[in-house]
């Protein structure tokens, strides 16, 4: 049982660049999230979904699409790279009926230079 | 609008005292759920304990335990007789109820144990 898997573990990319972090779990979880990890502040929500077809923003969403087109996958794009957009993203699942504890995945580090 | 707050960002002690870690959290929410997350060094975020807002009974699981005080609007975590393997960010984090998917997290508390 693999829970939830996310790729790449580490990315470097260089400012204007795009790219998809890749998120799936095997739990069929209705509900994931993409957070961001910035020092000191915790973890941010980015995107979340409560269902295949559906999506929503969170607390920081500008350079940042989702789309969930299955319940098990829930890419996060990085439309334009820039150096504010590094950090850690970890993508979380979860279900929509308890319980509620949202278990994460193991997250990717990004370096946007 | 939902807030977390963990005043303290880093505590040191030494092995086998003990530490208590401080949550403090704002809601409008009559249900809602409280959680605390490890963040070992390796990195991933481990799921420790939910606390939904109706249930108040502290709770102990060998040398973690938990004090919930709604009045205070607390949740409280200590690390008994700490360990190095104790060492690593800890995350109380909120969310409404059946949006576990959506969680307001606090800054972190980094727990340093040493030997």
């Known amino acids: 049982n693999a829970g939830v898997t996310q790729t790449p573990k580490f990315q470097v990319l260089k400012t204007g660049q795009s790219m998809t972090l890749q998120c799936a779990q095997d739990m069929n979880h209705e509900y994931m999230s993409w957070y961001r990890q910035d020092p000191g502040m915790g973890l941010r929500l980015i995107h979340y979904s409560v269902g295949a077809g559906i999506t929503d923003q969170g607390e920081v969403p500008n350079g940042y699409n989702v789309s969930r087109s299955t319940t098990e996958d829930f890419p996060l794009r990085l439309l334009s790279a820039a150096p504010s957009q590094t950090s850690v993203y970890f993508c979380?699942?979860?279900?929509?009926?308890?319980?509620?504890?949202?278990?994460f995945g193991q997250g990717t580090r990004l370096t946007v230079v | 609008a939902q807030k977390v707050t963990q005043a303290q960002t880093e505590i040191s002690v030494v092995e086998k005292e003990d530490v208590t870690l401080d949550c403090v959290y704002e809601?409008?929410?009559?249900?809602?759920?409280l959680f605390w997350y490890k963040q070992p060094p390796s990195g991933e975020l481990v799921f420790l304990i939910r606390r939904n807002s109706f249930d108040e009974q502290n709770e102990i699981s060998g040398r973690y335990s938990w004090n919930f005080q709604k009045s205070t609007s607390s949740f409280n975590f200590t690390i008994t007789a700490s360990q190095v393997v104790d060492s690593a960010v800890y995350f109380c984090?909120?969310?409404?109820?059946?949006?576990?998917?959506?969680?307001?997290f606090g800054g972190g508390t980094r727990v340093l144990v040493k030997p």
């Open positions: 979380a699942s979860s279900y929509r009926v308890g319980p509620y504890e949202a278990f």
């Open positions: 984090a909120l969310s409404k109820k059946a949006a576990g998917n959506k969680l307001t």
């Open positions: 809601t409008r929410d009559t249900t809602y759920y």
